[in-house]
């Protein structure tokens, strides 16, 4: 008998310990993502020497890319315990956005500028990476437990991120940019630059 406890005692431990990583990458997508903002400074390709001076592309990208890894992970896992339902509404969404996803892919294939299509601009990231990984986020998002409680945590840090975007906003629009204070430069700008 105790046996049996420890053993549904660990596979709970588990169970949480997933549950609050699989809430952590959503929450870190859909709150921590956006208000990103560092600068990255990449060299023009073919040494032309001028540089692209990226504050928002490149970090975010990374931790997109991070991200749908960590999805990947959990998906493949939540398919292995047999924990993902697919209700109806989300073989939907999974068919619907895995032939998007499939026509961007052929998109790319036919391009003339195949790593422009994969990677996107340099400075801009928003290439077939970009959706793919865009993509496995919200297939994580979407099967994960709709439970009302975590959805609405979900929302609040969506909301609070929002917030904080429509703040620094309104001060660029009246002419405060918080970017141009010295605590925030020292903050986004490495201290090479």
């Known amino acids: 008998m105790k ?3 420890k053993a549904y005692k660990k596979s709970e431990t588990k169970n949480i310990l997933h549950d609050r990583i699989t809430l952590a ?3 870190f997508v859909v709150a921590i993502i956006p208000i990103i903002v560092r600068l990255k400074v990449i060299e023009y390709p073919q040494n032309s020497g001028q540089m692209i001076y ?4 490149y970090w975010k990208s990374i931790g997109l890319y991070i991200a749908a890894f960590i999805s990947i992970i959990l998906i493949l896992l939540n398919l292995k315990k047999g924990n993902i339902i697919f209700c109806r509404e989300n073989k939907i969404f999974l068919i619907l956005s895995g032939l998007y996803l499939i026509m961007c892919l052929f998109s790319a294939i036919m391009s003339e500028h195949k790593t422009t299509a994969i990677l996107g601009y340099q400075g801009q990231s928003e290439g077939l990476l970009t959706i793919a ?8 998002a979407a099967l994960y437990n709709k439970n009302n409680i975590k959805r609405d945590l979900i929302f609040k840090f969506l909301y609070i991120s929002s917030i904080i975007i429509f703040i620094i906003g ?4 009246l002419g405060h940019d918080p970017f ?14």
Not at 133 to 140: D, G, K, P, R
Not at 170 to 173: A, D, R
Not at 186 to 193: C, V
């Open 133 to 140: 990984a865009v993509f496995v986020i919200a297939s994580l």
């Open 180 to 193: 141009k204070a010295e605590i925030i430069k020292k903050l986004i700008i490495p201290k090479q630059y």
């Open 54 to 57: 990226d504050f928002f592309a």
């Open 170 to 173: 309104i001060f660029q629009f």
């Open 3 to 5: 046996g049996n406890k």
């Open 25 to 27: 990458v959503i929450l």
